[in-house]
């Protein structure tokens, strides 16, 4: 069993398909912006962003944000 805390680090594809997209392309947009911060490990050339700060940038509608009908007639 994993604990809490452990940090797990997916690719930029993976990263991508949390967030809703099919590219990795926007991973790397978004790194570049400073919204994600990259990882690299010693033992592979691959690029890596947490999972929990991936998750971290989702953000629920907010209801000004909705199309809503008014009550005006």
Do not use: W
Request: glycine residues 2%; hydrophobic residues 30%; negative net charge.
């Amino acid at each position: 069993m994993k604990n809490n805390s452990e940090k797990v680090y997916i690719n930029f594809t993976q990263a991508a398909d949390l967030l809703g997209y099919k590219s990795g392309v926007v991973i790397r947009k978004l790194i570049n912006e400073d919204h994600l911060k990259v990882y690299s490990f010693p033992d592979t050339n691959k690029r890596m962003v947490e999972k929990n700060e991936v998750l971290a940038l989702i953000q629920p509608n907010s209801p000004e944000n909705e199309d809503t009908p008014t009550s005006e007639s």
